[in-house]
C-alpha cells in the first residue's frame, strides 16, 4: 500500500499535500523569510526547509507531526527569537501570539548534537535548528558539528528516504543525495555515503534502519545489510552507543507494525548480543565477572551463539505459533502495544531463566536481580514495571509448564493450589501462560503430534482458571480484615496475623461459596498452631 502510494508521486516533480495548519504554519514562515531578508539584503537569503521524517511521510501519504525546521545562517534559536519579534509586531495579521521558546541544549545521549529550539505555533510543536555538517572520531559517536550546506546536512543522515528535504519558499521537495526519492519509491534503505563509515561513525544508524525497514516493511539495500554483519560494526554499537538510545529505538520496534521483521533483521546481523546486554554500567559488570561466579554462565550465552540460534528459531516459527494460537493470536489484536511488547520480550529472552546478577554491588543483603529483570531495565532501559512483567514470565515459564502437565495428567488440581499459583503471578497469568506455551512450542517443534497435544493441553488449563473465576486470584482478599478479626478473636496484633491471613486466602480459594461465621469457624480450629 505504502509503495503505491509513492510510486502515484510525480517523481520529477513530488508534491506535498499541506494539512490546513501546515499551510497556516509555511504561509508565516514564507512571510518572515521575505521580511528578513528584505531587512538584510547584503547577507545570503535566509532560507527556510522542513526535514526529514516529516518529508517522508507525507510523501507517503501518512500524518506528521514531527515538524523540523532547518535554517541556513543563524542557529535555530536566533531564528526563533527573530520570529516572535515579528508575530509581536503583526499581530493582527497571523493572530497568534509569540509562545514561549524553549532551548533545547546539546543531548548527545539522546542524539541532540546542536541545541534546538522548539516552540508552537497555530497549536502545533516546530522545532529549528540549523544545517549542519558533522564529523565523528573512532572514539565516540557524538560528532563535531558546525554549520553545513543543505548538501553535507542531507549526507550526515542514516538513510537517503530521510534525507529529503521540504523548501518553504519553492514550495519544493529537494533530494540532496539524488536517491532519496527513487529509493522512497522503490521501498530501499541506502544510506547517504558508503555504508560501513556511516555506521562506524553512529551505529544507532544500524538500529534506526532497522526499525524503518519494519515499520514500513521497506528492504535494507543488499551492501548495506552486508555492512551491518561486520563484526567492527558490532564492537562499535556495543562501546558507542548509550543504553537509553538502544531502548527507545527497541521499543518502537517492538510496538510497531512489524516488530518479527526488525528482530528478523536484528538476530541476522547478529545484533542480539549487544542489544540485549545484561547491563550498561562497566563497574557493575566488572564486579560480576570478578565475584559472581553465575557470570560465566550469563557470558557464554552470548559468545556460543545459543541465543541467536533461540532467536533465529522464535522467529522462524512464529507465525506458524499464532496461526495455531488463535486466542493469543487475538489477544495481541486487540490488547494494547504493551501486552504484545511484554509477550515478545519474556519469548525472547526464554533462555535467561534461573540465571542471576548482582544488581547492586555495594549492597550486602537483597543485591541480586534475575538476569531478565537486569536486561530489560538496565539493559534497555525499559520501566521497572516492564522487567518485573517479563522477569516474571522468563521465570515462571517452567513452573507454569508443570502445573498445566499436573491438570493435564489428572484432571484436577485442588482449586486452593492451583488459585494460590496463579495469585503468585501478581495479575500477569496470562502472559506468563503464553510465553509457557512458547517455550514448550519450541522445544517440541519436530514432533507435530506432541504439539498438537501440548496446545490442547494448554487451551484446557486455560480453560479451567477461567471456569473456576480464578482469573483474579491476585485480587482476593481475606473475607474478614485483620482489624474485625482481631476484635472477633479477642487477640492482640502480631506475626501470627499474617500467617493465618494465607491460610484464610487458601480456605477461600477451596470454600468460594463460605460465610463469614464459616470462616471465623475454621480459624478458630487452626489458631493453636501459630499460638
Known amino acids: 500500500m505504502l509503495r503505491q502510494l509513492v510510486r502515484r508521486m510525480t517523481m520529477n516533480v513530488p508534491r506535498i499535500q499541506l494539512s490546513e495548519k501546515e499551510s497556516k504554519i509555511c504561509d508565516l514562515l514564507k512571510d518572515y523569510s521575505i521580511y528578513y531578508n528584505a531587512q538584510n539584503r547584503n547577507s545570503e537569503p535566509l532560507t527556510l526547509r522542513i526535514t526529514g521524517g516529516w518529508v517522508r511521510d507525507k510523501l507517503l501519504g501518512q500524518k506528521s507531526h514531527d515538524l523540523d525546521i532547518a535554517i541556513n545562517i543563524m542557529s535555530g534559536e536566533e531564528f526563533a527569537m527573530g520570529l516572535n519579534v515579528y508575530l509581536e509586531e503583526h499581530f493582527d495579521r497571523y493572530g497568534i501570539k509569540p509562545h514561549n521558546i524553549h532551548k533545547i541544549d546539546k543531548n548527545p545521549e539522546k542524539s541532540k548534537h546542536l541545541e534546538t529550539a522548539t516552540t508552537k505555533l497555530f497549536d502545533l510543536e516546530v522545532d529549528f535548528v540549523n544545517l549542519r555538517s558533522e564529523e565523528y572520531t573512532e572514539e565516540s559517536r557524538i560528532p563535531t558539528t558546525k554549520f553545513g550546506t543543505p548538501e553535507e546536512d542531507a549526507l550526515r543522515r542514516d538513510a537517503t528516504l530521510n534525507a529529503l528535504f521540504y523548501n518553504i519558499q519553492l514550495d519544493k521537495v529537494e533530494d540532496f543525495t539524488k536517491r532519496g526519492l527513487q529509493d522512497l519509491n522503490d521501498g530501499v534503505l541506502r544510506t547517504p555515503l558508503p555504508a560501513r563509515q556511516t555506521f562506524l561513525d553512529d551505529p544507532l544508524r544500524v538500529l534506526r534502519l532497522i526499525r524503518f525497514a519494519s515499520r514500513f516493511n521497506f528492504n535494507i539495500e543488499s551492501t548495506v545489510l552486508k555492512e551491518m554483519h561486520d563484526p567492527e560494526i558490532n564492537e562499535a554499537f556495543n562501546n558507542k552507543i548509550s543504553r537509553e538510545r538502544i531502548g527507545v529505538e527497541m521499543d518502537k520496534i517492538l510496538i510497531g507494525p512489524n516488530p518479527i521483521l526488525g528482530l528478523v533483521l536484528i538476530q541476522r546481523t547478529h545484533l542480539e548480543n549487544v542489544i540485549f546486554y545484561w547491563h550498561g554500567d562497566e563497574s557493575v559488570i566488572n564486579y560480576n565477572k570478578e565475584h559472581w561466579p553465575q557470570t560465566k554462565f ?70 541480586t536481580a534475575t538476569l531478565t529483570e537486569s536486561i530489560i531495565k538496565e539493559g534497555l532501559k525499559f520501566s521497572k514495571t516492564c522487567s518485573t512483567i517479563v522477569s516474571r514470565c522468563v521465570e515462571n515459564a517452567e513452573s507454569y509448564s508443570d502445573m498445566v502437565k499436573q491438570f493435564t495428567d489428572s484432571g484436577h488440581i485442588q482449586r486452593s493450589r492451583l488459585g494460590n499459583y496463579i495469585r503468585s503471578l501478581r495479575g500477569d497469568w496470562e502472559i506468563v501462560h503464553f510465553v509457557s506455551l512458547m517455550s514448550k512450542y519450541l522445544n517440541n517443534i519436530s514432533d507435530k503430534d506432541h504439539i498438537e497435544s501440548i496446545i490442547s493441553s494448554y487451551d484446557n488449563f486455560r480453560e479451567h482458571v477461567l471456569s473456576e473465576g480464578l482469573e483474579d486470584s491476585d485480587k482476593m482478599a481475606p473475607l474478614i480484615d485483620g482489624k474485625r478479626m482481631i476484635k472477633i478473636l479477642g487477640m492482640k496484633p502480631g506475626p501470627w496475623l499474617g500467617k493465618v491471613n494465607d491460610d484464610i486466602i487458601l480456605w477461600q480459594f477451596d470454600n468460594p461459596t463460605g460465610t463469614e461465621e464459616q470462616l471465623i469457624e475454621y480459624v478458630k480450629e487452626i489458631l493453636p498452631k501459630y499460638s
Do not use: W
Not at 308 to 322: A, G, I, T, V
Open 298 to 367: 550469563v557470558e557464554e550465552i552470548y559468545k556460543n551463539g545459543s541465543f541467536n540460534q533461540h532467536l533465529k528459531n522464535l522467529l522462524h516459527h512464529y507465525k506458524d505459533f499464532l496461526s495455531t494460537c488463535v486466542t493469543l493470536r487475538k489477544m495481541i489484536e486487540l490488547r494494547d502495544k504493551e501486552f504484545q511488547e511484554n509477550f515478545l520480550l519474556g519469548s525472547i529472552l526464554l533462555p535467561m531463566a534461573n540465571l542471576k546478577i548482582v544488581a547492586l554491588p555495594n549492597k550486602k543483603l537483597n543485591n
